[in-house]
């Protein structure tokens, strides 16, 4: 848990003195009014979208993401807007706390520390209607989050029949109205995370989640349809997978598209604040669970009517998971809590600049597997400094995504091809220090470390990578600091 309530937040930004105590649990009444009109939340969560899988975001596919892309030119798109950690579970409960996963007792998939405030509780107390659709497991311990609805995995077709995502919604929807009281709805999809539709595995996995009907593959990609990430090889497998992961990627696109037609009907959309992002990046080899730019980027979308500026796009300031639960309780005229390490964006939603966004902090602790990796990067415009506290050469990284066909193709390549066995090499050893001009280099395949034009940048980077470990109370600090003190 944080140690104190007024440290600085990383960018420079001192949180507000108003706070809420730490509810201990979900209160059944409510004990705090909105200071306006209430404002209905819908947050509608990708599940390993990478950030150029969209036709927003430059993805050539025709058709790829439609309504992902309208939602953008109805509101605001951060063009860099990062998560926290790019891990599911870790991921998520950084959002509804505001914190590190450091500051909340759960560094990778395990619930957060009693203690710790949670924007659902906050909800709850001024009266809002909370409700989550599928990956509700990846919120804990569930009692935190104060739920009103709970539809699981297995009453949307496994997370991916977007006609189920509909009706649910519509019934939530409905059921708020009849009640009188606003609503936060978390609806998560299940697309575009592994085992990807028409995949020899899906069969395999939706028996193992207990059965029922195979999810439909709405629409099949062939591998010379689609286009490979840069930090990926082009070898026939890889385009396979990578063919398979868009055929979910467009599966996803038509859930977000129920989940609006269902808000549209109920009459509510004019009062309701619409976010769209991903937990993370798609799960292949130097994306998911790692600190890349392909980690932490996400499609961040915001749509609020009669307070965003349609088809705005924010190419300036950054923001971050932590910063999604302070934004959110203001925009709802609600008290901030205290001792989070996020800040309101608020001003920018508004159409308004914001000092202290230049820069962006994310982190990486541990797989799914429970396997330690701890990894720390922060990145402006233009660099990205990565910090691998786990790597001495002989430490093995492993994460889900090294399961799949692409990997396994990847160490085939490896035995003939050198320029992949050196890719390979390093995604399963790593470097210590890794620098990288993400603005000319996003796929991370030139590590900048060693040049010496770039010494300036590396010591101001380090510097204020250990600036933020300090202000966050990261337990990394100690092994950096050793680290900076040898180099």
Same mark, same amino acid.
């Given at each position: +848990? ?18 809420? !105590? ?65 891990? *599911? ?6 959002? +509804? ?9 759960? @560094? ?37 989050? *104060? ?28 059921? !708020? ?44 990609? %062939? ?17 396979? %997978? ?9 599966? *996803? ?95 920018? @939603? ?13 982190? *990486? ?92 940048? @590396? ?9 933020? +470990? ?18």
């Amino acid at each position: +848990m944080s140690k104190s309530v007024n440290r600085r937040h990383f960018l420079g930004t001192v949180g507000g003195s108003a706070a809420l !105590a730490a509810l201990p649990g979900c209160p059944k009444t409510p004990t705090v009014a909105p200071a306006k009109a209430p404002l209905n939340i819908v947050m509608i969560v990708a599940d390993d979208l990478n950030y150029d899988s969209t036709g927003l975001t430059g993805c050539a596919i025709e058709g790829i993401t439609p309504n992902i892309d309208r939602l953008a030119t109805e509101g605001i798109h951060f063009v860099n807007g990062h998560v926290t950690i790019a891990a *599911c579970q870790p991921s998520r409960q950084c959002w +509804m706390t505001g914190r590190y996963p450091h500051n909340i007792g759960a @560094l990778g998939f395990e619930p957060i520390d009693a203690a710790i405030p949670t924007l659902q509780e906050s909800l709850r107390a001024a009266g809002y209607r909370n409700g989550i659709l599928s990956k509700v497991q990846h919120l804990e311990p569930e009692e935190k989050y *104060c739920w009103d609805t709970v539809v699981q995995r297995g009453q949307l077709g496994h997370g991916r029949n977007p006609m189920l995502y509909y009706r649910h919604s519509r019934r939530f929807f409905e059921e !708020a109205r009849q009640a009188g009281q606003p609503f936060f709805l978390m609806a998560n999809s299940n697309d575009p995370h592994r085992p990807f539709t028409g995949s020899p595995n899906e069969p395999a996995y939706v028996k193992r989640m207990g059965g029922g009907p195979l999810p439909e593959a709405t629409r099949v990609f %062939e591998p010379d349809q689609v286009e490979i990430p840069g930090f990926l090889p082009d070898i026939p497998d890889v385009r396979k %997978e990578v063919a398979e992961y868009y055929g979910s990627t467009f599966r *996803c696109d038509q859930m977000v598209g129920e989940v609006l037609r269902a808000l549209a009907e109920s009459g509510l959309e004019d009062s309701t604040m619409v976010i769209f992002l991903s937990d993370n990046g798609m799960s292949f080899p130097f994306a998911k669970t790692n600190v890349y730019f392909s980690s932490t980027r996400t499609v961040w979308i915001v749509r609020w009517p009669g307070m965003i500026k349609p088809g705005h796009e924010d190419r300036e300031h950054f923001i971050s998971g932590t910063d999604l639960m302070p934004t959110i309780l203001e925009a709802a005229g609600l008290a901030p809590v205290e001792g989070v390490d996020g800040r309101s964006f608020l001003p920018l @939603l508004l159409g308004k600049k914001q000092k202290g966004r230049e820069q962006v902090f994310t982190v *990486c602790y541990k797989t799914a597997g429970g396997h330690l990796f701890p990894m720390r990067c922060i990145q402006d415009q233009d660099f990205g400094y990565i910090y691998n506290g786990w790597s001495d050469q002989k430490t093995v990284f492993y994460n889900e995504g090294l399961n799949g066909m692409s990997f396994k193709a990847m160490q085939r390549a490896a035995k003939e091809n050198l320029q992949i066995a050196q890719r390979v090499k390093l995604l399963r050893f790593r470097v210590v220090d890794e620098l990288f001009h993400f603005g000319r280099d996003p796929d991370a395949l030139e590590n900048l470390v060693d040049d010496p034009r770039y010494g300036n940048t @590396l010591a101001r980077m380090r510097n204020t990578m250990a600036d933020v +470990m300090e202000q966050t109370g990261d337990p990394l600090l100690g092994s950096f600091r050793k680290h900076l003190e040898g180099v």
